[in-house]
């Protein structure tokens, strides 16, 4: 018999506990998209008319619970009416869910996050995978909003306001032994038993346990207040109100309503109907879905790597060898010197150590997976073999010299290079088609990007298989042209040298930084040129001196000869400080040039603007991300050509024009504003009255 539901399916067992099981057509990953829910709500009211012993709820894909709700859904919404309508059917159907007179179980294992997570705390009770790939979280602030299906208020009932606001308002997830630990799930189990634990939980269901009365002290009614100021502060360190509501929010939901349950769930659908419809959100769910789009870039390649030989055990090689034997790849690392090699070696071990904490086992596979090689005989068996070495052209092209020979024809070749057309190394190779780049950025632990850097003589599937790598990794492709600076440091050069230009007009370094934290980057330019290393920012801006309207500041000369490279010489345009910089008190009686920054941010977006009309990637959706997961631009306003197009060409252009006339040639708009002007004008004039 045919079964009226698309998404969902119930079965019954010998014990009359109902197993519904969500496996969503066509999608390889469970989402509560609209159709999903509305099919649940009707399987609800037939389970009630039909009571079970008990209900289990769980999920048909493999890799799996429910990953939240269908985010593409989120930007069809016109108006907050319209959107509070959808959160209030929502709303119901998860009342409806909680208020079921008979056990209900979450089986959990893989992903829970989001609208899946409210779901299962919409149950009576959870169980959960206890294995590497279970993460149980609710990480809505990240796109801007917050849990909309109950999630603000059951959360803190069930493991109290201090972890469940700190969950929330950072967006982390949880493995299943920490939410067994918080009481977030009542079992954490190994697979083998996840069925049988769900079945046992479902026939004799535990007691619930009071919370700890410290933690019913933290939502007393005199006490939030207090609390609430001191979480707005710490939100306020790293994301300002004006640009991310969504934490404020939670915190004044909470704080105002947490006494009146039933108050505090329509608070929280009107809170979010609200940000949802809000640019911040609008534009971090645009950047969520640019992400994906990254992510997809190499589905259907059918490279599938598995061993990486890297030639060159410095900071950037060593990294970017145990980085993938993190990844579960096996890595030969090369080096001619065995004190680099063994430096390599504890660097990686001390990322193993932090990434996988107690997990010894784990550590000590990891270990086994990088294995130095000075000889280089892992080159021969390799999938993929990645140069890392120093930036000298001829250097390199005698590297790759004597590697063709060593390495299967098969066999991908990778330059690590920031700045050195492929054009310049490729003939080196018999076959230069199988020449790209992966460019990846410092730290390699935590850039998410890798630019995929193609020149005339790549073969489009040599970047297809570079893209599948950077994904098997954990890492966001972005195929770029091989042209100077590729995309990121293209963008982000013009930016950086305006800001010690500004520096050596007498600004200090601490307003400086200050305007573009203002603007939404996630730190200053001038903290950046010390992160990153000021003798590598000046080897960039040399080299993009030859092509762009670029001249090298003299401060920046002046440092690397002193040494002050900074933070890891500890000194640079800043003093560091156990990692940190050390920032001087600026005079309370100084003011900043008006045009701070816009001479720093429109730096920026005048190459953006040009590396759009160059073709350096293949959209403006490309671009924006590269910018995004390259530099941290400032995700809520989604992109410097979104932004761009939100704020008007027309007016940016204007306002070049007149730093040009101030400051010089440096801010002549490229001639791709126009471009966009006219696009522009499109849109309007194709925008319904």
């Keep these: 018999m045919a079964t009226p539901y698309k998404h969902w399916r119930e079965e019954r067992d010998g014990d009359n506990i109902a197993w519904l099981t969500l496996d969503r057509a066509d999608a390889s990953v469970n989402t509560l998209s609209a159709e999903v829910l509305e099919e649940l709500d009707r399987l609800l009211k037939d389970i009630a008319a039909s009571p079970p012993a008990a209900l289990v709820i769980r999920s048909g894909k493999a890799n799996g619970f429910i990953a939240g709700a269908d985010v593409r859904e989120f930007t069809r919404f016109e108006s907050e009416a319209e959107a509070l309508a959808a959160v209030q059917r929502g709303h119901q159907l998860m009342n409806t869910l909680a208020a079921l007179p008979f056990p209900t179980v979450a089986m959990i294992k893989g992903f829970c996050l989001g609208g899946g997570l409210e779901l299962a705390l919409a149950c009576r009770h959870r169980v959960a995978c206890d294995d590497p790939g279970t993460r149980l979280g609710l990480p809505e602030v990240r796109l801007g909003i917050h849990p909309g299906f109950g999630g603000t208020l059951r959360l803190i009932q069930l493991i109290g306001a201090p972890a469940a606001l700190d969950a929330m308002l950072t967006g982390r997830s949880l493995s299943a032994r ?44 005199w006490v939030r207040p207090w609390l609430g100021r001191y979480m707005a502060r710490k939100v306020a360190a790293r994301a300002p109100r004006n640009h991310y509501p969504a934490p404020y929010a939670i915190i004044d939901l909470w704080v105002q309503h ?16 609200r940000l949802i419809v809000g640019r911040t959100a609008r534009n971090l769910v645009r950047v969520f879905l640019l992400q994906e789009d990254l992510k997809g870039l190499a ?67 990891a270990m086994d997976r990088f294995v130095p090689d000075p000889h280089g005989h892992g080159a021969r068996r390799a999938d993929l073999v990645i140069e890392a070495i120093f930036e000298d052209p001829e250097v390199k092209r005698e590297l790759f010299r004597g590697l063709d020979p060593e390495t299967r024809p098969e066999a991908l070749i990778a330059t690590n290079t920031s700045s050195i057309p492929l054009e310049e190394l490729a003939p080196a190779l018999k076959d230069p088609a199988r020449l790209i780049g992966l460019h990846f950025f410092n730290p390699v632990a935590k850039m998410p990007l890798v630019e995929v850097v193609h020149g005339r003589p790549t073969a489009r599937e040599r970047v297809q298989q570079g893209a599948a790598f950077a994904r098997r990794i954990n890492r966001l492709p972005l195929p770029v042209t091989s042209t100077p600076g590729f995309l990121v440091n293209r963008i982000l050069m013009p930016y950086l040298v305006e800001a010690v230009v500004l520096y050596e007009e007498g600004v200090p370094a601490p307003v400086i930084d200050k305007a573009a934290v203002e603007f939404g980057m996630p730190m200053g330019p001038i903290e950046l040129a010390d992160t990153v290393g000021l003798d590598i920012c000046l080897h960039v801006a040399e080299i993009l001196s030859r092509s762009m309207a670029i001249e090298v ?9 002193q ?21 001087p008190q600026v005079d309370r009686n100084y003011s900043p040039p008006a045009d701070l920054q816009d001479r720093l941010m429109l730096r920026l977006l005048n190459e953006a603007v040009a590396c759009l009309r160059e073709k350096v990637v293949d959209s403006a959706d490309h671009l924006d991300a590269g910018v995004i997961f390259g ?18 060409p027309a007016q940016l252009r204007q306002t070049l024009e007149k730093l040009q006339a101030r400051h010089g040639d440096r801010f002549a708009p490229d001639p791709g504003w126009r471009e966009l002007e006219a696009q522009a004008t499109q849109q309007q004039e194709e925008e319904p009255a």
Excluded at 208 to 215: D, E, G, H, T
Excluded at 319 to 326: G, N, R, T
Excluded at 335 to 356: G, I, N, W, Y
Aim: glycine residues 10%; contains cysteine; charged residues 25%.
């Design 299 to 365: 589905r259907d390649s059918g490279f599938e790597p598995r061993h990486v030989h890297v030639v060159g055990a410095g900071v950037m090689g060593g990294d970017i060898a145990s980085w993938c034997a993190l990844q579960g790849l096996t890595v030969t690392i090369q080096d001619r010197s065995h004190e680099t090699l063994a430096r390599a070696v504890q660097r990686a071990h001390d990322l193993f150590r932090k990434k996988l904490k107690r997990d010894r086992l784990g550590i000590q596979a």
């Design 258 to 273: 947490y006494d009146n349950p039933a108050r505090m769930l329509q608070e929280e659908a009107a809170s979010i109907a």
């Design 553 to 561: 500041p003299a401060p920046l000369k002046q440092l690397v000869d």
């Design 178 to 221: 920490a939410a067994r630990r918080l009481g977030l799930v009542d079992h954490a189990v190994p697979e083998r038993h996840l069925l049988t634990a769900a079945r046992e939980t479902a026939l004799h269901p535990p007691r619930r346990k009071p919370l700890a009365w410290w933690k019913r002290l933290a939502s007393a009614p």
């Design 563 to 583: 040494g002050r490279l900074g933070k890891k010489s500890g000194q640079g345009f800043y003093p560091f400080r156990k990692g940190k910089p050390v920032k």
């Design 631 to 648: 530099t941290g631009f400032a995700p809520f306003r989604g992109g410097p050509l979104h932004y761009i197009m939100t704020r008007g």
